[in-house]
């Protein structure tokens, strides 16, 4: 195995980028190298590293230690650093040896699997670029990714995914072979192979020849891309360095506390998708940064609720890493417990919870936790917390957009405190971070060490738009000058769209996006997320509400229900959740699929949405700013469907409104 090189040439990196011709912070071309964005002083001027420099160098001093677990059967499988490390040459050996070309991409369509997570690494090592793959993309959609990013190789899971590919292989002018990770291929194709023959190809590839390849690689450099959903046209390929990797990784590390192999080796779940960028930095950079061992859940766990539990309780995590949909996913599975509970334990459940909102908000003004908090902890949140499988969970991370303050009293109630965090995959995931010792209700944190925030425009309130800066930013967006320009300013900051403000304890508070603010009729500002999540909160059968009225006399709102899933392709079906058919039947509504209640079909239903709105008009005085119209749509907003994002599940307002147009304007008649 090869050595960590003890120190980086060219430390200075303003003095390489101008040596090798980079003009500026950012670039549009697979191949270009920007300037690293370092603070005069440290923090944030730490020596610069490669992916390789990063993985090698853990393989090297944890070699023996767990790296990653997969279940077979009933049984958990386990690979060490030293193991993982030489798969990762291993396959990069054959990367080359199939002829992936330098800053060429290799497409990986799949859910996370140590296969997933080997080809990632492999490809870059090869001096490939990786390119993730929403796993539920459609054919067209993964021609325009691999067309664009000159994949010369595509990594797929299984046969459903195979077939995709070869329906668009013949438009595909730079792929060169196709493997296949999961299950025995159908059919032996030419340049199709299975993971294990895949493995064997590069035996002829000498370590000497993958060292070059490794050792001509710089930080500054682009190893891998992003594809974000944009709000028109295709996706947008985010253009990410091996220093946006190594450096945000580190940065996160210094705010939150993660324990380091080899004494207190941190123990992880890994379920949100590879694609998405921050489930990167939490799932693949951070653990190999500290040594930590990453246990995989079912490709379900993101759509079946106990398939996640039942892998948390299996693996007990030491740290865990939500999205609001999940912590929501959980906060209804104790709302649960809690009705299906004897009255004696709803009972003790509803004193605890009393108990520990109180004194988790209190916190600060007290030094010591009171008694009563101490015998709640003992008969309810400790077995709720080894219900959950977070028994040994230490920090309880929350990333994305849509997290209420609701939620977050929920959870302090059980005496779990949610930490959110605030990022984008244009600066590699998070930006700003919360912990135990600083956190506040409504806050995305604080901006994470060597990074720097600014609003600028802003109002009388200390109210403007939100800027960022630092290593952590994206080189660009490939092939698309005129959107790299545009979304950074010529000092290197980043616009990122979003409103917000910072107190004077420096804690970061976003209040939506520039875009999504509502003029009123008679030019009033109007921010619909925190209304969307009370109507969320007043009405608990709602999934996603929508707030419009740009320009109007009163606000609307669009509504869907929670309803089930298709586990294979994400589609929303026409079927209630059971938890929205429970709710249903305690007020005597025989509702069971979602037409039962659309178009007005239940009065009952409709009576305590009416209700759940009228509790939100009656903060209002102004009739500008009151929702006196609504309407339940007969499909819920998904990925798959393109109302939300892709990488941040976001709510995509511009493209709702598109596809709504005609019931928007029925409103408004």
Known sequence: MRKFRESTPNVHMDNLCLTCGTTGFFTSHLNGEVILRKNKKDPGNEPPLTIHELVVDTATKYSNLTALGIRKMKEWETITYIEYYELCRKAAKSFLKLGLERFHGVGILGNNSIEWLIAHIASIFAGGISVGIFPQNSAQTCRFIADNSEANIIIVENDWHLQKILKIQDHLHHLKAIVQYKDKLRKKLPNTYSWEEFLTLGVTVSDEMLDRVIDSQKPNQCCMLSYTSGTTGPPKAVMISHDNITWTAAAVLQSLPYTHAPENQEILVSYLPFYLITA??????????????????????????????????????????????????????????????????????????????????????????????????????????RDLGLDRCLQFLSSGSGLSKETQEFFLSYDITLLPMYGMTECTGPHTISTEKEFKLLS???????????????????????????????????????????????????????????????????????????????????FPVPIENMLKKNIPIIHHAMIVGNQAKFLSVLLTLKCEINVETGEPRGMLTQEVINFCRSHNSKAFKVTDITENQDPIIDKIIQRGIDEINKQTNFESHKILKWKVLEKDFSIIGGELGRSTSKLRRSHVTRMYQTTISSLYI
């Open 280 to 385: 990167q930095i939490f799932e693949i950079w951070i653990p190999i940064t500290i040594g930590a061992s990453i246990f995989f859940a079912d490709p379900d766990a993101m759509k079946v609720q106990e398939s996640l539990i039942k892998t948390l309780r299996e693996v007990r995590p030491t740290s865990f890493c939500g999205i609001p949909e999940v912590w929501q996913v959980i906060q209804d599975k104790l709302n649960f417990d809690h009705i299906s509970a004897t009255s004696i334990k709803k009972n003790m459940i509803v004193w605890a919870r009393k108990v520990g909102l109180k004194a988790n908000l209190n916190r600060d003004n007290e030094a010591h936790y009171p008694l009563s908090f101490r015998v709640a902890k003992k008969l309810i949140y400790d077995r709720v917390h």
């Open 444 to 526: 995305s944190g604080k901006t994470i060490i060597g990074a720097n925030s600014a609003f600028r425009h802003a109002d009388q309130d200390g109210m403007g738009e939100f800027y960022i800066w630092g290593r952590h930013l994206t080189m660009g967006y490939l092939n698309n000058e005129y959107k790299t320009k545009k979304i950074f300013d010529p000092k290197g900051w980043l616009h990122t769209g979003d409103m917000g403000l910072m107190d004077s304890e420096g804690f970061i508070h976003i209040t939506g996006r520039t875009e999504e603010v509502i003029i009123t009729y008679e030019g009033e500002k109007i």
